[in-house]
Every structure is written in structure tokens, then in C-alpha cells.
């Protein structure tokens, strides 16, 4: 479990440059900028979305397959290699900027010279485009809204 001193907590909005390379907020760039960082192509509430993992979050997904007592060799070789297929190892530059190969804006539809939002998911954060943020927060409140009853944070 990640300390709260190092969650990558809140939202925030940067313009991508002509580069697709988008700044990572400073408070982020201690849990996230040191060593590799892994984009994964997924989803999130049923919204394209590409998810930025630090080295030891993606351990903890590759760990997570290979306990799995109860599936196959072959069930876990396939799961594992849609994982590769999915994701692709990168570095923050020294000012802190992501870069994004090109063809990976496409499918979330990340554009450059416009806002893409960075979500903060406490060990990992997500990046998506605007309008795709905007529905996800609706999502998201439908399904959480039943479990906040119990907890009564917000």
C-alpha cells in the first residue's frame, strides 16, 4: 500500500504540446519520476483511458497473475501477454514532462495543443481527455454514490 505522503492525489489539467508530451504535476514526480514509468492502454469506467503506472504497481499486476493458483499456464500466459501487448515502458524527462508516443493519443483520443486531464488514483494515475473525464465523473458518482451512504466521506 502507498503512503499517503506519495499518493498521486487530485486532478489537474495541462495542455499537450505539439509533442504529445504533457508536464507531470511536481508533487507527482516523486512517486512517478523515479526510474520507469508504463503506459497501459485501458479503460476506466468504460472510457478509453491510458493509465500511467510506476515500476512497482506494474510488479504488483505481473505478481497478481502469476499467484492466481487456480488459473492455467496458458490462461495466464494469454492475460500476461495482452498486458505486454498493452503497455509500454517510458521515463519523465528531466522537466517533467510525459511523453506519449503518437499512435497511443489515438485510441483515448488525447490530442496535442489541447487540455488532457491527469486523475490522481492514489498508486497510479490516469490520463484522459476532457469530455471522456467529464462522463466519467458522472459514472462514477452513479457507482459510487450507494457506498458513500456507508462511509460518508462525501
Given at each position: 500500500?502507498?503512503?499517503?505522503?506519495?499518493?498521486?492525489?487530485?486532478?489537474?489539467a495541462h495542455k499537450m504540446d505539439?509533442?504529445?508530451?504533457?508536464?507531470?504535476?511536481?508533487?507527482?514526480?516523486?512517486?512517478?519520476?523515479?526510474?520507469?514509468?508504463?503506459?497501459?492502454?485501458?479503460?476506466?469506467?468504460?472510457?478509453?483511458?491510458?493509465?500511467?503506472?510506476?515500476?512497482?504497481?506494474?510488479?504488483?499486476?505481473?505478481?497478481?497473475?502469476?499467484?492466481?493458483?487456480?488459473?492455467?499456464?496458458?490462461?495466464?500466459?494469454?492475460?500476461?501477454?495482452?498486458?505486454?501487448?498493452?503497455?509500454?515502458?517510458?521515463?519523465?524527462?528531466?522537466?517533467?514532462?510525459?511523453?506519449?508516443?503518437?499512435?497511443?493519443?489515438?485510441?483515448?483520443?488525447?490530442?496535442?495543443?489541447?487540455?488532457?486531464?491527469?486523475?490522481?488514483?492514489?498508486?497510479?494515475?490516469?490520463?484522459?481527455?476532457?469530455?471522456?473525464?467529464?462522463?466519467?465523473?458522472?459514472?462514477?458518482?452513479?457507482?459510487?454514490?450507494?457506498?458513500?451512504?456507508?462511509?460518508?466521506?462525501?
Open positions: 500500500m502507498i503512503s499517503p505522503e506519495h499518493a498521486l492525489e487530485g486532478v489537474y505539439t509533442k504529445c508530451r504533457v508536464s507531470v504535476p511536481a508533487d507527482w514526480r516523486v512517486t512517478t519520476g523515479n526510474g520507469y514509468l508504463r503506459l497501459l492502454q485501458s479503460s476506466s469506467y468504460d472510457l478509453k483511458v491510458l493509465r500511467v503506472l510506476p515500476e512497482d504497481e506494474y510488479l504488483k499486476m505481473l505478481q497478481e497473475v502469476e499467484k492466481r493458483d487456480d488459473w492455467s499456464f496458458n490462461k495466464k500466459q494469454r492475460i500476461l501477454g495482452r498486458l505486454y501487448r498493452q503497455i509500454l515502458k517510458t521515463t519523465l524527462n528531466p522537466q517533467g514532462k510525459l511523453l506519449i508516443p503518437k499512435a497511443w493519443c489515438e485510441i483515448p483520443e488525447l490530442h496535442t495543443e489541447e487540455s488532457v486531464m491527469l486523475v490522481g488514483r492514489g498508486s497510479y494515475f490516469e490520463i484522459f481527455n476532457p469530455k471522456n473525464y467529464e462522463e466519467m465523473l458522472v459514472r462514477e458518482e452513479a457507482e459510487t454514490a450507494d457506498l458513500d451512504e456507508e462511509l460518508g466521506f462525501f
